[in-house]
């Protein structure tokens, strides 16, 4: 199987050098994602809205690849400040509770922009059958 991109279409991964995923054999590697709200191009101003959002796009990508979910092996999430943790938490308990990866927090002193407070990067390991 050959490396395959995936891409949301944002002029910003040609121009920076990414893809939102690769696709590598049984892998999947998602790029650090951050909660944009891809239908309507804003960044809602809660944590909790804003890993709800990552968790969405990191969905898409996973399923354009041909992974799911629960094919997550590894996370990594970025914070920008620790008052966020317990609510980035509650939403990766949400989301993530049954499928339980490997995963590192990591607080960090800023993001790409301002009002950017989480960001999320997962690798997913396709399941065999």
Do not use: W
């Not at 944002?10 to 944009?36: I, N, Q, W």
């Not at 101003?45 to 968790?55: I, P, W």
């Not at 992974?67 to 092996?73: G, N």
């Amino acid at each position: 199987m050959s490396r395959r991109l995936i891409s949301t279409g944002s002029p910003l991964e040609k121009t920076v050098g990414y893809s939102r995923a690769v696709v590598d054999g049984d892998f999947c590697f998602v790029a650090g994602t951050t909660g944009y709200d891809y239908a309507t191009m804003t960044m809602p101003a809660d944590v909790t809205s804003q890993s709800r959002n990552c968790f969405k796009t990191i969905e898409a990508a996973l399923k354009e690849g041909g992974f799911e979910m629960a094919d997550i092996v590894r996370a990594t999430y970025y914070v920008t400040d620790t008052s966020y943790i317990d609510a980035h938490f509650a939403v990766c308990g949400e989301v993530l509770g049954d499928i339980r990866p490997a995963a590192t927090l990591l607080v960090v002193g800023a993001l790409a922009k301002p009002e950017m407070k989480v960001e999320i990067e997962v690798t997913a390991k396709r399941r065999s059958v």
